[in-house]
């Protein structure tokens, strides 16, 4: 063989090697940038739906489960706070009391009671001034508050007061009730939070968290 015919050959092969060990780099380098446009798990889940087991909740009892990354309260109201609700004088006392604001996923919460089943309160726990969370403070009258206290949620950082179905008093920092998410009952033990029954509202929004 001669002299020439050995350089080709090894030409041939160093421009073969260079170019498997080339396209394996950009293959390796591809493969994690195409997994970096796949979301997240903890994208994916902050804007799953989220199911809620109510059926040890007892009345007055409250639980919060975490939907896109935010607080969702579930409240399983007493008969006696619901009675408080429908009060000639907490209603002249509430900025917004038949919910004309946006600030719920439809007509079907549209009411004193913003619910589905006037028991149980689905609501976001975000002040709709500054994003505090509210506290929950079912007691009536107690000191910290005063006497007309009928019970409802109290923001610590500003002062902003709502009733037991977020409903935000007249003169308080915050400018609009809580809001109510898309949720419904999947079952007599299962609230669903985040979609509707016809899997809708996934993408809703209220005018203010």
């Not at 399983?76 to 006392?93: C, F, N």
């Not at 003169?171 to 033990?189: C, G, R």
Request: charged share 20%; glycine share 8%.
């Amino acid at each position: 063989m001669t002299e020439g015919a050995v350089d080709k050959r090894r030409r041939r092969f160093l421009i073969t090697a260079v170019t498997v060990v080339g396209g394996g780099g950009i293959a390796a380098l591809a493969i994690p940038f195409i997994r970096s446009l796949e979301p997240s798990a903890a994208v994916t889940a902050a804007g799953a739906p989220v199911d809620v087991d109510i059926n040890r909740l007892e009345p007055g009892a409250m639980i919060t489960v975490t939907w896109r990354g935010r607080p969702v309260w579930v409240l399983h109201r007493t008969a006696e706070q619901l009675k408080v609700l429908q009060d000639p004088g907490l209603v002249a006392r509430l900025k917004d009391p038949e919910s004309r604001q946006p600030q719920q996923f439809g007509a079907a919460v549209v009411s004193w009671y913003r619910s589905l089943n006037p028991q149980y309160l689905v609501i976001v726990g975000i002040c709709t001034h500054l994003g505090c969370v509210p506290d929950y403070r079912p007691d009536i009258a107690p000191t910290d508050l005063g006497a007309a206290w009928p019970g409802g949620f109290y923001c610590p950082c500003h002062g902003s007061r709502y009733d037991l179905s977020g409903r935000v008093f007249k003169n308080m920092p915050a400018p609009l009730n809580l809001p109510v998410p898309p949720y419904f009952f999947d079952n007599d033990s299962i609230v669903r939070v985040g979609e509707l029954s016809n899997k809708s509202d996934q993408n809703w929004a209220p005018q203010t968290w």
